[in-house]
C-alpha cells in the first residue's frame, strides 16, 4: 500500500498491464448529500508484486542463489544507492537486509528458511496495514449507512458495496493461497528441515515458528476481512432485494388472496421497485417534505 499518484506498471501481457494497481476503497462517500470522509483522508493505492527465489547447486558445499524482487511502485531509483557502498553496504538482497553478507550463511536449507521468514514478516506488515486501513474505513462507512435500506440518485451506494466485495475478495484470496501454500509444505516437505536435518542447530525450529506466526497472523486478519464481506453482502443484497421482499412479505398476510395472484405479485412489485427508486433517486426526507407539502396544499384549497 502507497499513497501518492497512482503508478502504472509500464510492461504489459496482451495488452494489461504485467502487474496490476487499484485504488483502496472508500476514501470518501456521500451521505444524504452530506459529504464523509475517512479518518486517514488519503489517497491510497495498492500494488500487485512478486518475490521469486530459486536455490540450487550439487551439494550443501556448493550451491547457488537466484532472487529477483519484482517491483515497479517507487523503489527502483532506490537501487542506485542501495548498491552504491560497497557490496550494497554489506546488506544481503535476499534478506531484504536483514542480514549481512560479512557473515555468510553457507548451508542452503538454513538460508532457505531465513528468506522464508524475513519475506513472510514483510508480507503480514504489508497486509496489516492495507487491512487495517481498510478495516477502519469499512467501519466508518458501514456506520453512516447503518439506517439506509436504499441507494441514492447516482448509485453510488450500490458502486461502493460492489467495490468493497470485490476488493475483499482479492485480499482474502491473496493470503489464503499464502496459508494454503504454507500449510502444504509443512506436510510434504517440512521433514527435509527437521526429521532428516540431524545435528542441525535448533535455531531452525524458531525460524519455523516465526514463519508460522506470521501466517497465523495473516489468517486472523483474513478472517477479519471474511466477516466484513458477509457484512456488505448482506446490505448489498438488503438494497436489490427489498422490493421483492416486500412484496412477498405483504403476500404472504392473510387477507390479501387475489383471485389471479401472479400478476397481481408482478404488478405491486413493480410498483414497490419504481418507489424504492423513486426515494433513492430523491431522499427520504425530501419526499417527506413533498408529501407535506402537498396535504398542506390540499387542505388549504378545501377551507
Known amino acids: ?25 472508500l476514501r470518501s462517500w456521500l451521505i444524504d448529500g452530506d459529504f464523509r470522509q475517512s479518518s486517514d483522508g488519503e489517497e491510497l493505492y495498492y500494488y500487485e508484486a512478486q518475490v521469486s527465489s530459486l536455490s540450487m547447486g550439487v551439494s550443501e558445499w556448493f550451491w547457488t542463489e537466484y532472487f529477483l524482487v519484482d517491483t515497479y511502485f517507487g523503489s527502483e531509483p ?10 550494497g553496504c554489506g546488506f544481503d538482497p535476499p534478506l531484504g537486509g536483514h542480514g549481512n553478507m ?39 462507512y458501514f456506520y453512516d ?15 461502493h458495496l460492489s467495490l468493497i466485495i470485490e476488493t475483499t475478495e482479492i485480499f482474502i484470496n491473496s493470503i489464503g493461497q499464502i496459508s494454503d501454500n504454507w500449510m502444504n509444505f ?62 412477498t412479505a405483504l ?22 421497485s419504481a418507489l ?5 433517486a430523491k431522499g427520504p426526507q425530501k419526499i417527506f417534505v413533498a408529501l407535506k407539502d402537498r396535504i398542506t396544499t390540499a387542505i388549504r384549497a378545501r377551507g
Not at 105 to 118: G, M, N, S, T, V
Not at 145 to 159: I, T
Request: net charge positive.
Open 1 to 25: 500500500m502507497r499513497n501518492g499518484a497512482e503508478v502504472f506498471d509500464s510492461r504489459s501481457i496482451k495488452g494489461e498491464h504485467l502487474r496490476k494497481t487499484s485504488v483502496l476503497p
Open 78 to 87: 532506490g537501487l542506485a544507492t542501495y548498491f552504491a557502498g560497497e557490496a
Open 102 to 140: 560479512s557473515i555468510a550463511c553457507f548451508d542452503p536449507r538454513e538460508y532457505w528458511l531465513k528468506k522464508i521468514a524475513r519475506r513472510m514478516y514483510q508480507v503480514r506488515s504489508e497486509f496489516a496495514a492495507l487491512i487495517e486501513t481498510f478495516n477502519k474505513r469499512m467501519d466508518q
Open 145 to 159: 449507512m447503518r439506517a439506509r435500506f436504499v441507494d441514492d440518485a447516482f448509485g453510488s451506494h450500490m458502486q
Open 186 to 247: 509443512r506436510r510434504t516437505d517440512l521433514a527435509l528441515f527437521t526429521k532428516y536435518a540431524v545435528g542441525k542447530p535448533m535455531e531452525w525450529s524458531n525460524i519455523i515458528d516465526n514463519i508460522s506466526h506470521n501466517v497465523t497472523e495473516l489468517e486472523r486478519l483474513q478472517k477479519l476481512l471474511v466477516a466484513q464481506q458477509k457484512r456488505f453482502n448482506f446490505k448489498l443484497s438488503s438494497f436489490v432485494a427489498f422490493p421483492l421482499l416486500f412484496t
Open 251 to 272: 403476500f404472504g398476510m392473510d387477507f390479501l388472496k387475489p383471485t389471479q395472484p401472479w400478476p397481481v405479485f408482478f404488478a405491486v412489485l413493480l410498483v414497490s
Open 276 to 280: 424504492n427508486y423513486a426515494i433513492a
